[in-house]
């Protein structure tokens, strides 16, 4: 059965998504970013599920190009990716309850996806039990940032969609 397409559902998310993107290009806190908010909102409105990988990954890939690539990127993505499936998740059911559970679990994914590739690594911590403890050890102090990056552009996401939809009816779900 073919997903449904709507012009103005991809418009709407995706303008969102890409002004997030390019928040990106902007000075921050380590970690303090809108990459878990574009994942979660493509996942959640974007009812062309194609659409609601292709839009956010291509968002984030294109501020990668001005930002940089690094050998762990894969892992980046990854995380990315499993992001907009929990972003499915609150299909039909978004609430701010839901929502900011969904963006802490998007959180913790992130932070064990990406840490545990620094381990494989084999660069910076050896491939032993103690040396991936190490590894998420180290990482603490910027988890704080992600979660709040991704609470904070969640929130702002989330509460521009639900606007837009309400202030202009032609935006809203079939």
């Given amino acids: 059965m073919a997903e449904k397409f709507d012009k103005k559902e991809l418009l709407l998310v995706g303008g969102l998504i890409l002004l997030a993107a390019i928040m990106r290009l902007v000075p921050h806190w380590p970690n303090f970013t809108p990459i878990g908010a574009m994942a979660l909102l493509g996942g959640a409105y974007l009812k062309n599920r194609s659409q609601a990988f292709i839009v956010p990954l291509a968002a984030m890939f294109l501020s ?87 609470l904070f552009y969640t929130g702002i996401l989330f509460t521009a969609y639900h606007l837009a939809v309400t202030r202009y009816p032609g935006f809203s779900k079939a």
């Fill in 64 to 150: 990668d190009l001005v930002i940089g690539f690094h050998g762990g990127m894969w892992a980046v993505y990854i995380a990315f990716a499993i992001t907009v499936v929990l972003g499915m998740t609150l299909r039909n059911k978004v609430s701010v309850s839901r929502t900011a559970l969904t963006a802490l679990a998007s959180s913790v994914i992130f932070f064990v996806v990406t840490n545990f590739a620094v381990w494989m690594s084999g660069f910076l911590y050896p491939k032993t039990a103690a040396g991936l403890a190490q590894c998420f050890v180290m990482a603490i102090p910027f988890f704080h940032y992600s979660v709040l990056g991704d």
